[in-house]
């Protein structure tokens, strides 16, 4: 029989059964996290392969079983590629499904929560902000409508998704060859370019699309920030804020941008901060945590450093001011 090999197998990280050893091992090229396995813990068998290309790198990451990972943040734009199996992922407001046929994209900041089911390897890929900040101003300097990346799942089995899949398993098989391409600093800069160049192609709109969300009237717009305003307490994700006045998600977040100079869950995230900020002064709150929990907030600690930024001060001193 054939030797089944795994993708980026000559840049080995660790293969283990240890857990402690697994979360190490990621946390130290990815993110601080933590690990649980859900059950069959003795089938846990953790492999991490990795490889890097300057300001991106690509991993290779299966647990053997299922598993759930949990992290406070990420500081970079997190790419996943289901070989196999289902990734469930909540990042911030926003819950999605990433598959074999589904890609899924978070940004950085977010709180993020991933279920990964038994079966599913995956490919992910690590992407600074400041790489992508920089390839997003060529795109849209060249006219193309790109989305807010987070909680966004992209088709890659059509169109341009599917060639920038190709293209990421064309990169992966050169970072195999030690006299590859990527070997040359002049073309591994070249290469990672194309990747995340090929990513934001992916994800942007077409001209339909984008013809579509260029006439998003403000009003619209003004009645979604309504919606926001008077539910900001409840789970409210982009598609729900969307569907709730028809519009597409693109469309929905096209319009913020235009008329708000906002994105649809950062308007999410203000409007609670103020909700909070008038129950701790108002004295209808008795701590920080029950001002939290009624305006939705889950996340104690962005919700300080997010307060803080709006605010000028913790949430906690607002209280001890007005009591």
Same mark, same amino acid.
């Given at each position: 029989m054939a030797r089944v090999s795994t993708p980026l197998g000559s840049h080995g990280v660790l293969r283990t059964t240890n857990i402690d050893d697994a979360r190490a091992s990621v946390a130290a090229s990815l993110a601080p996290h933590e690990l649980t396995p859900m059950r069959e813990s003795e089938r846990f068998r953790a492999l991490h392969n990795a490889a890097e290309l300057h300001r991106l790198s690509f991993h290779y990451i299966d647990y053997g079983t299922e598993v759930e990972v949990s992290a406070d943040r990420l500081d970079f734009h997190l790419i996943q590629i289901p070989l196999g199996g289902l990734s469930h992922i909540v990042a911030g407001a926003e819950s999605f499904t990433a598959t074999a046929r589904r890609a899924a994209i978070t940004a950085p900041g977010e709180p993020v929560r991933m279920r990964y089911s038994a079966g599913n390897p995956r490919l992910?890929?690590?992407?600074?902000?400041?790489?992508?900040?920089?390839?997003?101003?060529?795109?849209?300097?060249?006219?193309?409508?790109?989305?807010?990346?987070?909680?966004?799942?992209?088709?890659?089995?059509?169109?341009?998704?599917?060639?920038?899949?190709?293209?990421?398993?064309?990169?992966?098989?050169?970072?195999?060859?030690?006299?590859?391409?990527?070997?040359?600093?002049?073309?591994?800069?070249?290469?990672?370019?194309?990747?995340?160049?090929? %990513? $934001?192609?992916?994800?942007? @709109?077409? #001209?339909?699309?984008?013809?579509?969300?260029?006439? =998003?009237?403000?009003?619209? &717009? !003004?009645?979604?920030?309504? %919606? $926001?305003?008077?539910?900001? @307490?409840? #789970?409210?994700?982009?598609?729900?804020?969307?569907? =709730?006045?028809?519009?597409? &998600? !693109?469309?929905?977040?096209?319009?913020?941008?235009?008329?708000?100079?906002?994105?649809?869950?950062?308007?999410?995230?203000?409007?609670?901060?103020?909700?909070?900020?008038?129950?701790?002064?108002?004295?209808?709150v008795q701590s920080v945590t029950e001002a939290a929990s009624k305006w939705g907030i889950a996340h104690l600690g962005r919700l300080s450093g997010d307060y803080r930024a709006a605010f000028g001060e913790t949430p906690s001193e607002t209280l001890q001011r007005n009591r």
């Open positions: 992910m890929v690590r992407i600074t902000p400041d790489l992508l900040r920089e390839r997003l101003d060529v795109a849209t300097a060249g006219g193309l409508v790109v989305p807010e990346q987070s909680g966004t799942t992209f088709d890659i089995t059509r169109g341009a998704g599917r060639s920038w899949r190709g293209l990421v398993d064309t990169v992966l098989t050169d970072l195999e060859r030690e006299d590859g391409l990527a070997a040359s600093p002049l073309a591994a800069a070249a290469l990672q370019l194309a990747v995340v160049d090929g %990513l $934001i192609v992916s994800l942007a @709109a077409t #001209p339909e699309e984008a013809v579509a969300e260029r006439a =998003a009237p403000d009003r619209v &717009i !003004r009645r979604a920030a309504r %919606l $926001i305003e008077e539910h900001c @307490a409840e #789970p409210l994700g982009t598609l729900d804020i969307a569907e =709730a006045v028809g519009l597409s &998600i !693109r469309a929905l977040q096209a319009g913020f941008k235009a008329h708000l100079d906002t994105t649809p869950m950062a308007y999410v995230r203000q409007a609670r901060l103020e909700r909070v900020r008038q129950s701790l002064s108002d004295g209808s």
